[in-house]
Structure formats: structure tokens, C-alpha cells
């Protein structure tokens, strides 16, 4: 799987010029995010959890943390819950894409 992962990061990376997906930070433009889609933890927070639609909200660029950086917590937060999130890198546009046809 890995070697899989890299092969395709490889296909990617050449599709994307000379960007290095390392420093993602240094051109990403935004992060598109799905909320709530992990119904236990939505109940544990005592949020509203759908079942029909995922909640969609952008991020801006300096949301991105670089590694090995410091994650500063805000003075007034009561509640913290860490996540484990997973990015996916879009490298170009497009719109009503057959899924067939999604990974090419």
C-alpha cells in the first residue's frame, strides 16, 4: 500500500509541476473541511448530527501548521479534542466528474 501511495504522490507531483507536496503550506490556497461526519464524536460534543448531508466549511492557509511546529492552544478554550485529519491534494478542477473517471 505505501509503495502505492508513493507511486502516486509521484504521478501527482509530476502532474503538479514543481511544487513539492512537502511544503504544501507554501501554495495551498484553502482547505475545504466535512464536519460531523464521525457521528459518535458529534454526540460527544452534543452537536446536531445529520444523516442526509455533510456539513462543508473552508479553512484558510494559515490554518496549515507546519511540522514540528507549535500548536497554540487559545487562552480561552475550556475544551480541547485533538483529531487526526487526512488532507488530499486536488491537482486540478473540474465539476460532475463520473466516479468512474474520479482518480484519473
Known sequence: ARARATAGLGRLSARMGSRNLSCFWEW??????VGRNYAEHARELENPVSTSEPLLFLKPPS???????????????R??????ELGVVVARGGSHIPQGEAMD
Open 28 to 33: 495551498g490556497r484553502k482547505i475545504v473541511c
Open 79 to 84: 475544551s480541547v479534542h485533538h483529531e487526526v
Open 63 to 77: 490554518a496549515y501548521l507546519r511540522e514540528g511546529s507549535p500548536l497554540r492552544l487559545p487562552h480561552y478554550s
